[in-house]
């Protein structure tokens, strides 16, 4: 349940307290938290006005006291657990939120400044008959702006989102550059082994970590492996074609390409199929 102003939820606040006291409750000031273990929780939700009522059921049901707590604003606790949850945290401490985004959610509310140190809601508690009960009042006031907030704040995570998704892909377009340069290299393609072809990596690229390398050296497998190789026996099948068209016969060609009679009848069947997918 929620009130305008904090003055109100102080005045409730008081009210409750010097009921309490007047009543014979022990009233115990601090921080109230509820211990999900217990089997039941009652909560108050009466009319506005009527708050002394709680006490009123405090002492009937035989309560002994009651737990009193009075919570204060500081904006930048709330930001900086917005952003602690949101995990836009330090980079070196991941309790603690990234100060400079802090600093900037700061600046965008820095009307509420002014609200620092009122109170935004009151907790009291107490235990009876294996249950326990609650009155909880929340300032409006603070609701709207932890709303606002998370606005803020998501706008803040969509961005970084956004630019890391921007990053990554500028990362990848240049890893597969580098992956499609090295699996063109001619030393690549004679290498007889992942060792020669991680070695040639590391020779390509010596200002790169290792890891790095060996990301690079993986793409570059694939792509050798389903593009280059296809692309270098297109070729030669276009050139066997070409010398056929001349009148050299499967040995010649064969002969001229340093492939063997069957190679070269592959190649001569490529080259034919790609002539009749070209025809239709």
Same mark, same amino acid.
């Given at each position: 349940?929620?009130? *305008?102003?904090?003055?109100?939820?102080?005045?409730?606040?008081? !009210?409750?307290?010097?009921?309490?006291?007047?009543?014979?409750?022990?009233?115990?000031?601090?921080?109230?938290?509820?211990?999900?273990?217990?089997?039941?929780?009652?909560?108050?939700?009466?009319?506005?006005?009527?708050?002394?009522?709680?006490?009123?059921?405090?002492?009937?049901?035989?309560?002994?006291?009651?737990?009193?707590?009075?919570?204060?604003?500081?904006?930048?606790?709330?930001?900086?657990?917005?952003?602690?949850?949101?995990?836009?945290?330090? &980079?070196?401490?991941? &309790?603690?939120?990234?100060?400079?985004?802090?600093?900037?959610? *700061?600046?965008?509310?820095?009307?509420?400044?002014?609200?620092?140190?009122? /109170?935004?809601?009151?907790?009291?508690?107490?235990?009876?008959?294996?249950?326990?009960?609650?009155?909880?009042?929340?300032?409006?006031?603070?609701?709207?702006?932890?709303?606002?907030?998370?606005?803020?704040?998501?706008?803040? =995570?969509?961005?970084?989102?956004?630019?890391?998704?921007? /990053?990554?892909?500028?990362? +990848?377009?240049?890893?597969?550059?580098?992956?499609?340069?090295?699996?063109?290299? &001619?030393?690549?393609?004679?290498?007889?082994?992942? =060792?020669?072809?991680?070695?040639?990596?590391?020779? +390509?690229?010596?200002?790169?970590?290792?890891?790095?390398?060996?990301?690079?050296?993986?793409?570059?497998?694939?792509?050798?492996?389903?593009?280059? !190789?296809? &692309?270098?026996?297109?070729?030669?099948?276009? *050139?066997?074609?070409?010398?056929?068209?001349?009148?050299?016969?499967?040995?010649?060609?064969?002969? =001229?390409?340093? !492939? /063997?009679?069957?190679?070269?009848?592959?190649?001569?069947?490529?080259?034919?199929?790609? /002539? +009749?997918?070209?025809?239709?």
């Amino acid at each position: 349940m929620f009130r *305008e102003s904090s003055d109100e939820l102080d005045q409730i606040h008081a !009210l409750l307290v010097a009921s309490a006291v007047e009543a014979g409750l022990t009233v115990v000031p601090g921080q109230v938290s509820y211990a999900g273990d217990h089997s039941a929780k009652w909560q108050w939700a009466g009319t506005p006005g009527e708050e002394a009522s709680f006490v009123d059921l405090a002492l009937g049901l035989g309560a002994k006291g009651l737990y009193a707590e009075k919570l204060t604003f500081s904006l930048s606790d709330l930001v900086g657990s917005k952003l602690v949850d949101s995990y836009l945290r330090d &980079e070196d401490d991941s &309790e603690s939120p990234d100060i400079r985004l802090a600093g900037l959610v *700061e600046r965008k509310l820095k009307a509420h400044h002014k609200q620092n140190g009122q /109170t935004y809601a009151i907790n009291h508690m107490f235990w009876a008959g294996g249950v326990f009960h609650e009155l909880f009042l929340g300032a409006t006031w603070f609701e709207e702006l932890a709303d606002e907030i998370d606005t803020i704040v998501q706008g803040l =995570k969509d961005q970084q989102l956004a630019e890391g998704v921007a /990053t990554r892909n500028q990362e +990848t377009r240049l890893r597969h550059e580098r992956a499609e340069q090295l699996a063109r290299d &001619e030393r690549y393609g004679k290498a007889r082994n992942d =060792k020669q072809r991680e070695l040639i990596a590391e020779e +390509t690229f010596p200002d790169l970590y290792f890891g790095e390398v060996r990301n690079i050296n993986a793409i570059a497998k694939y792509i050798y492996q389903d593009v280059v !190789l296809a &692309e270098q026996e297109q070729a030669a099948a276009q *050139e066997a074609a070409r010398l056929r068209a001349g009148g050299d016969s499967v040995s010649v060609i064969a002969a =001229k390409l340093g !492939l /063997t009679k069957e190679k070269a009848q592959r190649l001569l069947y490529l080259a034919d199929q790609d /002539t +009749t997918g070209e025809e239709q």
